[in-house]
């Protein structure tokens, strides 16, 4: 798995929001799995984990595809969240981009998977 993917796992199974929030960009963006609204820049992707983590969340990835250069990954895939003993089959997006001190994460969406037809 990807560092910064397993970064954010781990932050996640912290639930810490600062934590987490610390690994986005000051322009990052986020199409959450669990809000219905874009949410640019550090306020409203805050706002976003501080609802979602006050129930205990996990996370498990299901599959992994990378593409990287020397300032930017890109990796989509599949992704399990456990949230309150329910598990949500999900996608994900993320693009991360190397800054002058570390890398952040830039966009990520992250949707329900939809049902069968």
């Known amino acids: 798995m990807n560092n910064m993917l397993r970064t954010w796992v781990e932050k996640i199974r912290n639930n810490n929001v600062n934590q ?29 984990f501080e609802n979602l983590l006050k129930t205990e969340i996990d996370v498990e990835i299901v599959s992994e595809h990378e593409y990287k250069t020397d300032s ?23 693009v991360f981009i190397k800054t002058l001190a570390s890398w952040k994460i830039l966009s990520h969406h992250s949707s329900e998977l939809p049902k069968k037809l």
């Open 72 to 94: 930017l990954i890109v990796t989509s895939g599949l992704y399990n969240f456990k949230v309150d003993g329910e598990i949500i089959k999900a996608r994900y997006s993320f």
């Open 20 to 48: 987490v929030v610390e690994l986005y960009h000051d322009n990052g963006l986020l199409l959450g799995t669990f809000s219905n609204i874009e949410r640019y820049g550090k306020e409203l992707i805050t706002n976003y």
